[in-house]
């Protein structure tokens, strides 16, 4: 086989990754749609009653820089986050760096109790996998009220939240990325 053809093979293949990368970040689409109850539990982060929520089985794939959105979740009894953490069974103090990924990110438990690197405002920090982000289930008790996750959902300890530097106003939906550690 002549040099060219060997050039011309591996330029196609890095064209086929290429293209398939990028359909398989646009495959992530909704799997379906969740109704809220008309009537239910009222607080600022619950479900609008009579409101339809997107559901997703899939998140983007992970890379060394996964985008993601970033959430608040208090991991505590009583917390936010409503039962105890998926991983363990247990609750977590806001002063340990946990978090709770998006359902394909969570991927069935296959990343419990390990650590992931989230980077933000130039700082980073390791934090380890408690709990999935349900995004296919929510508005009832088991979810604390709150609707279906996104995709590309990162909820994390207010002590990921600190030793990243976000503060006040910042704490919310702040854009990240994270990668396996």
Excluded at 17 to 45: I, M, N, W, Y
Excluded at 47 to 56: A, E, L
Excluded at 146 to 154: I, S, T
Aim: hydrophobic share 30%.
């Amino acid at each position: 086989m002549s040099t060219s053809s060997i050039l011309v093979l591996a330029l196609a293949g890095l064209l086929l990754v290429a293209f398939s990368s990028r359909a398989l970040a646009e495959k992530c689409q909704p799997s379906g749609t969740l109704e809220s109850p008309t009537t239910g539990h009222t607080c600022d982060e619950c479900c609008q009653p009579g409101h339809v929520y997107p559901t997703y089985q899939c998140s983007p794939p992970v890379s060394r820089h996964t985008k993601a959105i970033m959430t608040l979740n208090d991991f505590s009894k009583g917390g936010d986050g409503g039962d105890p953490s998926e991983c363990d069974g247990k609750y977590h103090n806001n002063t340990e760096r946990v978090v709770a990924l998006s359902t394909g990110w969570y991927d069935k438990g296959k990343r419990c109790g390990e650590y992931i690197r989230i980077n933000a405002k130039g700082r980073s920090v390791l934090a380890k996998v408690v709990d999935e982000c349900d995004s296919l289930h929510g508005c009832d008790k088991p979810h604390a009220f709150q609707p279906p996750c996104p995709h590309n959902d990162v909820d994390a300890s207010k002590a990921v939240w600190d030793a990243l530097g976000i503060f006040g106003d910042e704490v919310g939906d702040f854009p990240i990325t994270w990668s396996d550690a």
